[in-house]
């Protein structure tokens, strides 16, 4: 009988720790609008961890400033520009793509009541650049 519940708690501390880890990506789940008003951000979990794809800009463009010259003629709604990995609970860090100047930057993520704070990094963090997106 020792044995069986022994197995019965591994299975309790593993489902917990699965939810644990399923509710820290999932907490930024949703869609964003970024702190101009002129484009929407979905994020969801993926297999990278949380990616962030852009379902609406107010005036939609090409992706013209992309340094991946093939890459140009591309809409903007519709392209992957966020990967996010959890790094605790409510924080996440990654990669962000800004598709006005065609750059990728390092990046962090904090999530809030009202949306999610990001803030991209260039120079190994020296110069970074927050933006708050308010979920919608």
């Known amino acids: 009988m020792h044995s069986v519940q022994k197995i019965v708690f591994s299975l309790v501390v593993a489902t917990m720790l699965a939810t644990s880890a399923t509710a820290q990506s999932s907490d930024i ?5 970024n702190d101009t008003g002129r484009t929407k951000v979905k994020l969801s979990d993926c297999s990278a961890g949380v990616c962030g794809t852009v379902v609406w ?37 990654g990669t962000l793509y800004d598709t006005e100047s065609g750059k990728t930057y390092s990046g962090k993520a904090k999530v809030s009541d009202s949306g999610v704070e990001l803030s991209g990094c260039v120079l190994g963090g020296l110069i970074c650049k927050t933006s708050i997106w308010r979920r919608q």
Do not use: E, H, I
Not at 29 to 33: C, D, H, I, L, S
Not at 66 to 92: E, F, H
């Open 29 to 33: 789940a949703g869609t964003y609008v």
């Open 57 to 93: 800009m107010s005036n939609p463009v090409n992706d013209v400033n992309n340094p991946d010259a093939s890459k140009r003629d591309r809409p903007v709604v519709g392209l992957q520009a966020v990967t996010l990995k959890s790094t605790g609970t409510g924080t996440y860090a």
